[in-house]
């Protein structure tokens, strides 16, 4: 028998309580997975400025296509879902999904997380376009495209976006758990999400796969620098008194949440 909802089962606005804020992660980790990812950006992005990646960039575009007329491997259901996944990347869905976790973040008066959640999307964005103005890479032409791309090849800005706007946005909502293994979920299914985002744009025909790799590292690095690069900045631009008018909790709603 399904119970009846009633008013005595629905708690009032006013007794709900934010989570707190009780974690940032650590900056000195922050600074040496930054290593590790720039370091390979890095590597790679050598490699592609000496030629070095044919190899890879051949067999990599190669593996998903049957070999003769280079037609996608797979029913046309999994080319639509590539497609979809890599629209997850795309500018303006990563526009919209920065823009909904900045306004979600300020619903929780976590206004340090969705300030620093902005400043690491713009810097970002710019130093990704910065790095494909640097390379000038052309976008490869050994299988066709599968899907619309305009612009440099180097590094995947879809792969650059995704990364560093994903791993952004769970670094700052696993800020509202106490517990590790929340983070580290959290935290792994963007890496997951941002690496299948990477993936289909090989898939697709529309990067070489030294590309992705590159693009991958340098969003994911930048996401993790940033948390730590940024972080007095975006704490000060919270506290301070014009910040305050960016609440959008009510007053009475202010009583009930507990102190950060």
Not at 69 to 94: C, N, Q
Request: aromatic share 8%; hydrophobic share 50%.
């Amino acid at each position: 028998m399904e119970q009846r909802i009633t008013d005595q089962n629905v708690l009032p606005a006013e007794t709900l309580a934010l989570p707190k804020r009780g974690w940032r992660i650590n900056p000195i980790k922050a600074v040496l997975v930054t290593a590790v990812c720039w370091t390979g950006f890095g590597v790679m992005a050598g490699l592609v400025h000496h030629n070095r990646t044919t190899a890879l960039d051949h067999t990599g575009l190669l593996f998903w296509r049957n070999a003769g007329d280079l037609t996608p491997i797979g029913s046309p259901m999994v080319l639509e879902a590539l497609r979809d996944m890599t629209a997850l990347g795309g500018t303006l869905i990563m526009t919209m999904m920065v823009l909904a976790a900045i306004t979600a973040l300020l619903f929780l008066k976590l206004r340090r997380e969705a300030f620093l959640l902005a400043i690491t999307a713009m810097t970002g964005t710019l130093v990704e376009v910065q790095m494909k103005l640097w390379v000038g890479r052309a976008r490869p032409e050994i299988v066709p495209h599968l899907t619309e791309a305009g612009g440099m090849s180097f590094p995947s800005g879809h792969s650059f976006n995704s990364a560093m706007i994903y791993i952004a946005i769970a670094l700052a909502f696993a800020t509202m758990s106490a517990r590790h293994s929340v983070r580290y979920t959290i935290v792994g299914v963007a890496i997951a999400l941002s690496m299948l985002i990477a993936t289909s744009r090989v898939w697709l025909g529309v990067h070489f796969p030294s590309d992705v790799i590159a693009g991958w590292l340098g969003g994911a690095g930048w996401a993790f620098l940033a948390s730590a690069l940024f972080f007095q900045p975006a704490n000060a631009a919270a506290e301070s008194h014009a910040a305050e008018k960016l609440d959008v909790i009510t007053e009475k709603g202010r009583t009930a949440h507990q102190p950060q």
